[in-house]
């Protein structure tokens, strides 16, 4: 089953539609479940034409994202304005809605936004720790994050105007993640939707592992000393297959085992 979108673009897939609202639900537990975020703060987005989106927004029942069901995940515009009519009373987009769109402007490639308060990173970011490939194959996406470079925004405002978007989409420039002092982080992914959820949610373990760990060592007293460029080298690129598909089926399992038995629909 087909329907014909907004602004004149090919038919939706309803099928494929659908499944996408899940798969943003079902990220927001992931967050949750693992510890990304805490109780109603944070949110995912992707794209579904050049200047629609689906988002996890709010309604009058909110209880946090542990709890998302299909419901809280919305089509907006680029500009927060509904698209599709629905049964979602009361719903609104997040307040830091620019932070999605801003990106989806600026990066056409992207088609996935996560935004994520995790503990560790808002720690070390306000610590000042470095962003620095502590690990080798103990965690290879996080060595690779990290010698590749971690952009870092330097402000910990409420990003819920364009104005403050820009500047840490900027910040974002062409890398899959940025840090917010003293706030958390942002990742995006690329490509079908549905895998740069999956992507994105991934990126942000990643780091938070990272940040984990390189409190850990801050803690201690010792220096932080990267990887050699020696085994940063033998770092192989294990590709999507596993670095995101094998473990997207991993924690959409814990996400039904560890959670809440609400039902998605």
């Given at each position: 089953m087909?329907?014909?979108?907004?602004?004149g673009e090919a038919?939706?897939?309803e099928h494929g539609?659908?499944a996408?609202?899940?798969r943003?639900?079902?990220?927001?537990?992931?967050?949750a479940?693992?510890?990304?975020v805490?109780?109603i703060?944070?949110?995912v987005s992707?794209?579904?034409?050049?200047?629609?989106?689906?988002v996890?927004?709010?309604?009058?029942?909110e209880?946090?994202?542990?709890?998302?069901?299909?419901?809280?995940?919305?089509?907006?515009?680029?500009?927060?304005?509904?698209?599709?009519?629905?049964s979602a009373?009361g719903w609104?987009?997040p307040?830091e809605?620019?932070?999605h769109?801003?990106?989806?402007?600026?990066?056409?490639?992207?088609?996935?936004v996560?935004?994520a308060?995790?503990?560790?990173?808002?720690?070390a970011?306000?610590?000042?720790?470095?962003?620095?490939?502590?690990?080798?194959?103990?965690?290879?996406?996080?060595?690779r994050?990290?010698?590749?470079?971690?952009?870092?925004?330097?402000r910990?405002a409420?990003?819920?105007?364009?104005?403050l978007?820009?500047?840490?989409?900027?910040?974002?420039?062409d890398?899959p993640?940025?840090?917010?002092?003293?706030?958390?982080?942002?990742?995006?992914?690329t490509?079908?939707?549905?895998?740069?959820?999956?992507?994105?949610?991934?990126?942000a373990?990643?780091?938070?592992s990272l940040?984990?760990t390189?409190l850990?060592v801050?803690?201690t007293?010792?220096?932080?000393?990267?990887v050699?460029?020696e085994?940063?080298?033998?770092?192989p690129d294990l590709?999507?297959?596993?670095?995101?598909?094998t473990?997207?089926?991993?924690?959409?399992?814990r996400a039904?085992?560890?959670?809440?038995?609400?039902?998605?629909r």
């Amino acid at each position: 089953m087909t329907d014909r979108v907004p602004g004149g673009e090919a038919p939706r897939d309803e099928h494929g539609y659908e499944a996408l609202r899940e798969r943003v639900a079902v990220a927001c537990r992931v967050l949750a479940v693992t510890g990304l975020v805490e109780h109603i703060l944070g949110h995912v987005s992707a794209r579904v034409g050049a200047e629609r989106l689906l988002v996890r927004g709010r309604g009058p029942r909110e209880r946090g994202l542990a709890f998302t069901v299909v419901d809280d995940v919305q089509e907006v515009d680029l500009d927060g304005r509904r698209t599709v009519d629905s049964s979602a009373d009361g719903w609104a987009p997040p307040n830091e809605l620019p932070l999605h769109t801003e990106i989806l402007r600026a990066r056409p490639d992207v088609t996935a936004v996560v935004h994520a308060h995790p503990p560790a990173v808002v720690a070390a970011s306000v610590a000042g720790l470095p962003w620095l490939p502590l690990v080798g194959s103990y965690d290879i996406p996080a060595a690779r994050l990290a010698r590749d470079g971690i952009p870092v925004w330097p402000r910990s405002a409420l990003i819920r105007r364009r104005d403050l978007a820009a500047p840490m989409t900027a910040a974002l420039g062409d890398r899959p993640v940025v840090v917010l002092r003293g706030h958390g982080l942002v990742t995006v992914g690329t490509g079908a939707p549905a895998d740069a959820v999956a992507t994105a949610v991934t990126l942000a373990l990643a780091v938070n592992s990272l940040a984990k760990t390189t409190l850990s060592v801050a803690a201690t007293g010792a220096p932080l000393h990267p990887v050699s460029d020696e085994d940063l080298a033998e770092l192989p690129d294990l590709g999507p297959s596993f670095t995101t598909t094998t473990m997207w089926h991993h924690l959409q399992a814990r996400a039904t085992h560890e959670g809440p038995r609400t039902p998605l629909r």
